[in-house]
């Protein structure tokens, strides 16, 4: 699985939109890019995922670049409920997830 | 939410007891996994299951052994608990390997004195 890198934390304010980057310079071409959240003290919760196009669901938006070297999750109205460590991973499907250290947002009033 | 049921919530228990935790599940999914939580190690793959009866090893399975006897059940086994066990276990579902909808329980808070 490709290595990810992520901002040990973030603040956001409420209300505003919450760009969190990943950058996955050394992924393959059949690597997937997911990202889960995990609000303290629950199990993680997937949020999106992705290979080469731009994706959105009900909860968040991902972009990734065109030489999918990096990718950036948008939530668009940040809430305080949104305050959680966010786990950015490249995985091969058929491969067992890997969790790294993520980043914590910390959305503020 | 996924119906996926762990237990016990929490326990405590002595270095060399074995203790059993449970992960249920109503939601029919082949794929069945067992990760820890530590401070400074985020989560890590204990065992994981695709099948009844088919289980193999993750990235942290010594100390551990699990079964699968039904769909529905994946039971994590410690023959004699350590300290170093002392952890956060999540269990989580999937509908295939390395499926992106993994769905997690809610943990079970292991103590080992």
């Known amino acids: 699985d490709a290595k990810t890198t992520q901002p040990p934390s973030m603040d956001c304010a409420e209300g505003r939109a919450a760009n969190l980057p990943c950058n996955h310079s050394t992924i393959s071409g059949n690597e997937y890019v997911y990202w889960y959240r995990q609000i303290h003290s629950q199990g993680p919760q997937y949020i999106i995922h992705g290979l080469k196009n731009n994706e959105t669901n009900e909860m968040a938006s991902l972009i990734i670049t065109e030489d999918r070297k990096s990718s950036t999750l948008i939530l668009p109205h940040a809430t305080l409920r949104d305050t959680a460590v966010y786990y950015c991973?490249?995985?091969?499907?058929?491969?067992?997830?890997?969790f790294g250290g993520g980043t914590r947002l910390m959305v503020k009033p | 939410d996924a119906g996926i049921t762990q237990s016990p919530r929490h326990k405590v228990t002595e270095t060399g007891t074995p203790v059993t935790l449970r992960c249920h599940q109503t939601e029919n999914h082949r794929y069945m996994y067992w990760y820890r939580q530590d401070p400074g190690h985020g989560l890590r793959l204990i065992h994981y299951s695709y099948g009844v009866k088919d289980t193999d090893k993750g990235e942290v399975s010594d100390g551990y052994s699990v079964s699968r006897s039904k769909t529905e059940d994946f039971l994590l086994t410690l023959e004699s608990a350590t300290s170093s066990q002392t952890s956060v276990y999540f269990c989580?579902?999937?509908?295939?390997?390395?499926?992106?909808?993994?769905?997690f329980g809610s943990g079970t808070q292991l103590s080992v004195l």
């Open positions: 991973i490249a995985n091969n499907a058929g491969n067992m997830l890997t």
């Open positions: 989580a579902i999937g509908t295939d390997a390395g499926s992106e909808k993994l769905f």
